[in-house]
């Protein structure tokens, strides 16, 4: 009988499912991330605007306000939507199956459903480490413990303006609280990050 091992990083050669190109430890723990996807992607959108709930919230002492733009929780929710939708249009055109609607439960639930289908394809490593990668951003992005000093610096979004914007704690008590704004002068309300991240990925495509 021919042996075949799982295409993934394991330590050792561990043989495939019956049918599939992952073995069956791949195939339950990629079920797994995509049940979990959801939770993590609303759970991402309460760090958004980062005020941080503490995991334990008897703690007072040495605890930090994150009053800034959190664009890791920002790129990861966008990064959870874009590859999920990606992977269920290679579903829908590949099976003929009807679409399904474009919020993260429901495609994730459309992947699960069609999983046994797509972990026989031969791109399935690629979907598992996708997968995987979606939630380790998403886990790292609200993680309260991890570290705000390192928060990225990036071109404003005002047409032809040089200015930075600088998201960490700092700048934004610099510029007032709940308030974000680049080095040039240009300032928005937190509740305005959601067009701050339109202008972003408008950015980015033009570049492209």
Do not use: Y
């Amino acid at each position: 009988m021919e042996f075949h091992s799982c295409p993934r990083n394991h330590a050792r050669e561990v043989p495939v499912a019956a049918g599939s190109v992952l073995c069956a430890g791949c195939v339950e723990q990629l079920e797994r991330n995509l049940r979990t996807l959801p939770g993590l992607h609303q759970e991402g959108l309460h760090h958004i605007l980062s005020t941080s709930r503490r995991r334990n919230p008897t703690k007072v002492s040495g605890s930090r306000r994150r009053d800034h733009l959190n664009i890791s929780a920002l790129d990861a929710r966008n990064n959870i939507l874009a590859i999920l939708e990606s992977w269920s249009g290679f579903v829908v055109e590949k099976l003929g199956a009807a679409a399904p609607g474009r919020s993260v439960p429901h495609l994730a639930c459309f992947l699960i459903l069609h999983l046994e289908w797509l972990t026989t394809q031969p791109p399935a490593a690629e979907f598992a480490d996708e997968v995987e990668s979606l939630q380790v951003e998403s886990l790292r992005a609200i993680d309260p413990d991890s570290d705000d000093e390192h928060a990225p610096v990036i071109a404003c979004v005002m047409d032809d303006c040089p200015g930075t914007i600088n998201a960490s704690p700092r700048t934004a008590r610099t510029a007032g609280r709940g308030s974000i704004s680049c080095s040039s002068g240009h300032s928005w309300e937190m509740r305005e990050l959601l067009t701050i991240r339109h202008l972003m990925d408008r950015q980015r495509k033009d570049a492209a």
